[in-house]
T-cell receptor, first 114, second 109 residues
């Protein structure tokens, strides 16, 4: 595997379910990001991890819970979501969070909440 | 607040030239990125500008004017595969990327 991978690619869940999104990067980067992408809206930064430490939490509801066990893996745990949470969830990585930090994206998980 | 503006949608003809504009107001500036995103795929890096002027990379060029808070992406010799969304993003003083909503480019034969 190369680059940034995400699983699953598609997920349909009910509002009472618990599910997790997984992201893995094979680039040797130290920073990882979760974004939410809704139609015709800018990418919304949700969480940032730098060297496994969470450095940003942009007022994300507690029903989204991130986990970063090491610099290569990032999870987003989902619990009691709302229909408005339906979106494309993108994971990205970069060498670091300061200076020039070109971000490399995974293909995303298309989430539908019923 | 921080704001990135770009047109929602543009249409162009195969073989032609198209210019996608981006204006920004951000707290600090550490560079501007352009990304390409095909439907259902990951955004991929196209260009980075931090100094004023034009950066050329094959059929794609990107221009920046920091004093005007303005950038454009120029695509030449358009091909059908260039149909995609083009995302403008500015790195602010905290090195966070502030994103525009993207411009959907439709190429017609």
């Amino acid at each position: 595997e190369t680059g940034v991978t995400q699983t699953p690619r598609h997920l349909v869940m009910g509002m009472t379910n618990k599910k997790s999104l997984k992201c893995e990067q094979h680039l040797g980067h130290n920073a990882m990001y979760w974004y939410k992408q809704s139609a015709k809206k800018p990418l919304e930064l949700m969480f940032v991890y730098n060297f496994k430490e969470q450095t940003e939490n942009n007022s994300v509801p507690s029903r989204f819970s991130p986990e970063c066990p090491n610099s290569s893996h990032l999870f987003l745990h989902l619990h009691t979501l709302q229909p408005e949470d339906s979106a494309l969830y993108l994971c990205a990585s970069s060498l670091r969070t300061s200076d020039y930090n070109e971000q490399f994206f995974g293909p995303g998980t298309r989430l539908t909440v019923l | 607040g921080q704001n990135i503006d770009q047109p929602t949608e543009m249409t162009a003809t195969e073989g032609a030239i198209v210019q996608i504009n981006c204006t920004y107001q951000t707290s600090g500036f550490n560079g501007l990125f352009w990304y390409q995103q095909h439907a259902g795929e990951a955004p991929t890096f196209l260009s980075y500008n931090v100094l004023d002027g034009l950066e050329e990379k094959g059929r794609f060029s990107s221009f920046l004017s920091r004093s005007k808070g303005y950038s454009y992406l120029l695509l030449k010799e358009l091909q059908m595969k260039d149909s995609a969304s083009y995302l403008c993003a500015v790195m602010d003083s905290n090195y966070q990327l502030i994103w525009g909503a993207g411009t959907k480019l439709i190429i017609k034969p």
